[in-house]
């Protein structure tokens, strides 16, 4: 079984590297999807902690007619800075981050403690486990690849956490424009989206830790993750939830039918 890996350190940033033909829309994989993830980085400066992902998918997302918002865009950033082999969205060790104004989120922009998470996979023309994205995009000769986590990190939930809908606002984020003045090289890696995108938080509202983070396309359909340090020394094992209640909540908000969603978010945006 695969190993959680700590990510590789290149020019003071942390990357974790996807691969390369995972990222499925609408029989699509590789530099053909427009939601083809190719890396996730992050690091730390002074005050500020850093996040940049290379991808096909810009802000703006991609048309869908069917689907929630009539498109499909990224999700939120999670971050776990539990010593968990599996996450568990029901501690008070993760965080969330939506960067996005313009995905299916309804919190504001900005830094969340104590976050809920949805799946809107199926709102998103996405599959209702993640075991029939594997099969979709292995039988089209793709591999699936999660950056440095494996599968079984997300075994707590067959549906794929995309969303914050809950949580505490803590504090802003800052867009960076500037990335090559950072140092920044995917393409060191061969990773080369055509959009990078990359913003900072306060370090001092998390957590002086290492962790793992997150990022699902809103479909599910595409997804990576990154860990900061050296956490795990043993294979991923699957756990136990110790909310039993999380993942049926998660289970049961994917399978909303859109007029529903329309209402539950309805009540949730302020």
Do not use: C
């Not at 991609?62 to 929630?68: F, L």
């Not at 067959?158 to 800052?174: A, V, W």
């Not at 359909?221 to 209640?245: F, M, T, Y």
């Amino acid at each position: 079984m695969p190993i959680a890996q700590a990510g590789t350190f290149h020019n003071g940033w942390t990357y974790a590297i996807d691969s390369f033909n995972d990222g499925f829309d609408e029989g699509l994989i590789g530099e053909d999807s427009p939601v083809e993830i190719y890396g996730l980085a992050t690091k730390e400066e002074g005050d500020r902690l850093y996040f940049a992902f290379n991808s096909n998918l810009g802000l703006n997302g991609v048309p869908k007619r069917r689907a929630y918002n009539n498109r499909i865009s990224y999700g939120d950033l999670f971050l776990n800075f539990s010593d968990s082999d599996a996450l568990n969205l029901a501690t008070d060790d993760v965080y969330a981050i939506r960067f996005n104004a313009s995905n299916d989120t309804p919190q504001r922009v900005g830094l969340y403690q104590n976050p809920s998470a949805a799946s809107l996979t199926q709102a998103n023309l996405g599959f209702a486990k993640r075991d029939s994205y594997h099969a979709a995009v292995e039988n089209l000769g793709g591999a699936i690849s999660y950056g440095d986590v494996a599968a079984d990190y997300f075994a707590n939930d067959p549906s794929s956490p995309t969303t914050l809908y809950g949580g505490s606002l803590i504090g802003g984020i800052e867009f960076t424009s500037d990335l090559a003045a950072l140092d920044l090289d995917f393409g060191h890696f061969g990773a080369t989206g055509e959009h990078t995108v990359g913003f900072s938080v306060d370090r001092n509202l998390l957590p002086h830790e290492s962790f793992i983070a997150h990022l699902f396309i809103e479909s599910g359909n595409e997804g990576i993750a990154l860990s900061s340090g050296d956490r795990h020394d043993d294979p991923v094992q699957s756990k136990e939830v110790s909310e039993p209640s999380l993942g049926l909540a998660l289970s049961l908000i994917s399978l909303l039918p859109l007029q529903k969603l329309t209402k539950f978010w309805g009540t949730q945006r302020s």
